[in-house]
């Protein structure tokens, strides 16, 4: 059973470009988390999302981020004109859904994203 | 602070010594876990233990939860090289919908060989 795959591994993008950040969570997963970390800090929350909900984005800035999670396919997390700011590595989790309270959250690899 | 805060920040030991940490949160957790997170790699779960839980060992791994005082602890025993890393705290509040986790900063073990 493959683990969380998260692609790119690394990213680079100039000033204003858009970035799209890939997760495919584990088999049988229904639930994905993203989180950013800053270098030498802990991990932040920024979405939460099922089957095509986002269930809480209290994370996430107000502009220029989005989150989905189609029916088919990777969960995207999408950063419209990048700032040197939104350098940071990205994180994606993901659970199986089953015990909302209890269930253990498996990391991907992250995506490393530098703003030239 | 935040929730989630470890101490030390950074832990200087010996190998085959053991390494302690704690973890302080806030807010009311249905569990808190503890991740490892080598350099510049992702999060790797160690353990979990739920809110009414008060110990729980997986191997060489020793944590606590004492959630009068919002506080756990990591232990390590018979440490290895192999276990530099950073290591994290999440905690997962009562109110939050799903179980989104806030993790605290981390504490940053070199386990010299």
């Known amino acids: 059973n493959a683990g969380v795959m998260q692609n790119p591994r690394h990213l680079v993008r100039r000033r204003g470009q858009e970035a799209r950040l890939r997760c495919s969570p584990m088999?049988?997963?229904?639930?994905v988390y993203w989180y950013r970390q800053l270098p030498e800090e802990g991990l932040k929350f920024m979405v939460y999302?099922?089957?095509?909900?986002?269930?809480?984005e209290s994370g996430m800035p107000k502009e220029r981020f989005s989150a989905e999670f189609p029916k088919e396919g990777p969960s995207i997390l999408r950063i419209q004109q990048v700032v040197r700011g939104d350098s940071a590595a990205y994180f994606c989790?993901?659970?199986?859904?089953?015990?909302?309270?209890?269930?253990?959250?498996?990391f991907g690899p992250g995506t490393r994203l530098t703003v030239l | 602070s935040q929730q989630g805060e470890e101490d030390p920040q950074a832990l200087s030991i010996q190998e085959g010594e053991n390494a302690t940490m704690n973890c302080s949160y806030k807010?009311?957790?249905?569990?808190l876990q503890w991740y490892r997170q080598n350099s510049g790699r992702g999060l790797v779960h160690l353990i979990l233990?739920?809110?009414?839980?008060r110990e729980k060992h997986s191997g060489r791994l020793r944590v606590t939860l004492d959630t009068s005082k919002k506080s756990s602890s990591l232990l390590i025993t018979a440490s290895r090289a192999a276990d530099t890393a950073s290591y994290f705290c999440a905690t997962d509040a009562v109110k939050a919908a799903g179980n989104k986790l806030t993790f605290g900063g981390g504490t940053r073990v070199l386990v010299k060989p």
């Open positions: 233990i739920r809110s009414n839980e």
């Open positions: 088999k049988g997963h229904s639930h």
């Open positions: 989790a993901s659970s199986p859904g089953r015990q909302t309270y209890t269930d253990t959250q498996y």
């Open positions: 999302l099922q089957k095509e909900n986002i269930i809480d």
């Open positions: 807010t009311s957790i249905n569990n």
